[in-house]
């Protein structure tokens, strides 16, 4: 089973769209491993978006992703960072695909409501930065055989 980090935005918490969304990654099959609600600090964003440090917008990302509480967790199944990068739909809502989450909650570029880790290396990295080992939960759930056989 793989692993990915989901950040849900400021905008998505202040518009109330945690649960309607998380909904969508639990019935595709994902299973939570980590759920938490933050406010992020600067030196956490800064290490987050790293690799945008001295680009252009990357103040804008820091005010923002600091802007008001986030919810962030760890998402698991199989392809988990390919199935949750798809569901999401492209960066910018106003070009996301109807169906999408973007497409059908965003038409923002920057306020595009969550963060998907986007590689296995990012992944194992940004879950680090977020969360201690210990906060990271495995169990079963009845009937996962249904959902995950065959993969």
């Known amino acids: 089973m793989q692993k990915t980090l989901i950040i849900f935005k400021p905008d998505c918490v202040q518009r109330r769209l945690v649960g309607q969304i998380l909904q969508r990654f639990e ?23 790293a690799e945008h440090q001295g680009k252009p917008f990357f ?6 992703i ?13 392809e988990a960072i390919t199935v949750v990068r ?12 109807p169906g999408t989450i973007r497409g059908d909650f965003s038409i923002s570029k920057q306020n595009n409501l969550l963060h998907g ?13 977020w969360f201690r080992p210990e906060e990271l939960v495995d169990y079963s759930i009845a009937g996962s055989d249904w959902v995950f056989g065959g993969a």
């Not at 103040?59 to 923002?64: K, N, P, S």
């Not at 798809?86 to 695909?97: E, F, H, I």
């Not at 880790?117 to 930065?129: H, M, P, Q, V, Y």
């Open 86 to 97: 798809t569901l999401l739909g492209a960066t910018n809502g106003a070009a996301a695909a």
């Open 66 to 78: 600091t802007g008001g509480p986030v919810v962030v967790g760890v998402l698991e199944g199989n």
């Open 59 to 64: 103040e804008g990302l820091i005010q923002f």
């Open 117 to 129: 880790s986007d590689s296995e290396e990012s992944a194992k990295r940004e879950i680090a930065l």
């Open 27 to 49: 019935s595709k099959g994902l299973r939570i491993a980590a759920l938490k609600l933050i406010q992020v600090d600067r030196a956490l964003g800064e290490k987050h978006y």
